[in-house]
């Protein structure tokens, strides 16, 4: 099976919150993180969230790790237009810094 | 200019020719990255190069090879295309230094989309 899983499409309506998100097969992951890449560009870092951390919060977004059950989610409050883009979760495995395995990437729609 | 930059941003070629991907840098960072891009697949490395002597296969190296000519360039070629290696590939960068600051932050370039006929 998939090492990092995610479901492929999410539409939500402008405004409204979503959440994408994600599960990992490995426990031993340092740090995790969410990419975001836009139509046409590669991918930026949107946020991470350290292994010993159950929340972050950073503005619109909020990270949460359970790592009981390897489930990782993004929360994006008040979601806009702007925010439609493919975004792909993602984790280290503990290896070195660096070198990093992706889900499939979650595509949001944002519908006005 | 970008930090990170791929040429050709867009190549079309056909089954059985060589083709090269360049990617040079600007960050000084050590680590770069090949990874391919497939939809609905995320995003898979091919290669990766922890300095200028160091060079590893990542998950799907077959069909690939890459040099890193110098610190700042990595490049990544396809010794006989195939239509299966039609993808968009992106060149990653990331420090290597340690410290609370570094948290592993991949810095990618705009990608390159081949396409073999």
């Known amino acids: 099976g998939e090492d990092v899983e995610q479901s492929l499409f999410l539409s939500v309506r402008e405004g409204d919150s979503s959440v994408i998100n994600c599960t990992y097969t490995?426990?031993?992951?340092?740090?995790l993180y969410w990419y975001k890449q836009e139509p046409g560009a590669g991918l930026q870092l949107l946020t991470y969230?350290?292994?010993?951390?159950d929340m972050k919060q950073d503005q619109r977004l909020t990270v949460l790790l359970n790592k009981k059950d390897k489930h990782l989610s993004l929360r994006i409050a008040d979601t806009q237009t702007g925010d439609s883009a493919i975004y792909f979760c993602a984790h280290d495995r503990g290896s070195t810094l660096g070198r990093l395995y992706f889900g499939r990437g979650t595509q949001l729609t944002v519908w006005p | 200019d970008a930090d990170v930059t791929q040429t050709p941003r867009n190549r079309i070629t056909k089954t059985g020719k060589r083709i090269m991907l360049e990617c040079s840098q600007t960050?000084?960072?050590?680590?770069m990255y090949w990874y391919r891009q497939d939809p609905g697949l995320g995003l898979r490395l091919i290669y990766y190069s922890f300095d200028v002597k160091d060079i590893n296969k990542g998950e799907i190296s077959d069909g690939y090879s890459v040099s890193r000519q110098a610190q700042a360039k990595f490049s990544l070629s396809l010794e006989s295309a195939i239509p299966n290696q039609t993808a968009l590939y992106f060149c990653?960068?990331?420090?290597?230094?340690?410290?609370?600051?570094?948290?592993?932050?991949?810095?990618f370039g705009e990608g390159s989309r081949l396409t073999v006929l």
């Open positions: 969230i350290f292994s010993n951390m």
């Open positions: 960050k000084g960072h050590d680590r």
């Open positions: 990653a960068t990331s420090d290597s230094s340690g410290g609370r600051a570094n948290t592993g932050e991949l810095f």
């Open positions: 490995d426990s031993s992951s340092t740090y």
